[in-house]
């Protein structure tokens, strides 16, 4: 078993979603296989919410326990805009672990935030800025 930790460094240039003042970002991570059929999550986890931020820092951790291998995991990246109610989906990447030769070092990635995955605003140039380690 093994143990994939996942720090959000920060992200930039995000859109304002909701047009009512700045957005309001988080992200959610889901670690899941990426099968044809029956994917198995193995967990998901929240970020702190940044009020009124389009360029926020985070520097958080998130550990995803007795993971079997990363052969065929993906990390999903979903950014949100904290509304009350129905939260806004600014966009989302994924990210295909076995491309990317983890280790114990500290792997940096650099991903561009779709809008349009998830009907979020066209913003091209919004990032998010993770740095993976694996552990066995």
Same mark, same amino acid.
């Given at each position: 078993m093994g143990k994939l930790t996942v720090n959000l460094d920060k992200m930039r240039?995000?859109?304002d979603d909701d047009g009512m003042g700045r957005s309001d970002p988080y992200v959610?991570?889901?670690l899941e296989e990426d099968n044809t059929f029956l994917d198995k999550s193995f967990g998901k986890k929240k970020s702190t919410v940044k009020k009124?931020?389009?360029n926020p820092d985070y520097d958080e951790v998130f550990i995803f326990d007795d993971v079997t291998s990363l052969d065929t995991l993906t990390l999903n990246v979903q950014v949100k805009d904290d509304d /009350? #109610?129905?939260d806004d989906? /600014? #966009?989302e990447c994924k990210?295909?672990?076995s491309e990317l030769n983890l280790s114990s070092e500290p792997t940096e990635i650099e991903r561009v935030v779709d809008p349009k995955m998830k009907g979020g605003w066209f913003?091209?140039?919004a990032k998010v800025f993770l740095r993976l380690t694996w552990e066995e």
């Amino acid at each position: 078993m093994g143990k994939l930790t996942v720090n959000l460094d920060k992200m930039r240039n995000l859109s304002d979603d909701d047009g009512m003042g700045r957005s309001d970002p988080y992200v959610k991570f889901e670690l899941e296989e990426d099968n044809t059929f029956l994917d198995k999550s193995f967990g998901k986890k929240k970020s702190t919410v940044k009020k009124g931020d389009c360029n926020p820092d985070y520097d958080e951790v998130f550990i995803f326990d007795d993971v079997t291998s990363l052969d065929t995991l993906t990390l999903n990246v979903q950014v949100k805009d904290d509304d /009350i #109610g129905k939260d806004d989906a /600014i #966009g989302e990447c994924k990210i295909k672990l076995s491309e990317l030769n983890l280790s114990s070092e500290p792997t940096e990635i650099e991903r561009v935030v779709d809008p349009k995955m998830k009907g979020g605003w066209f913003s091209r140039d919004a990032k998010v800025f993770l740095r993976l380690t694996w552990e066995e």
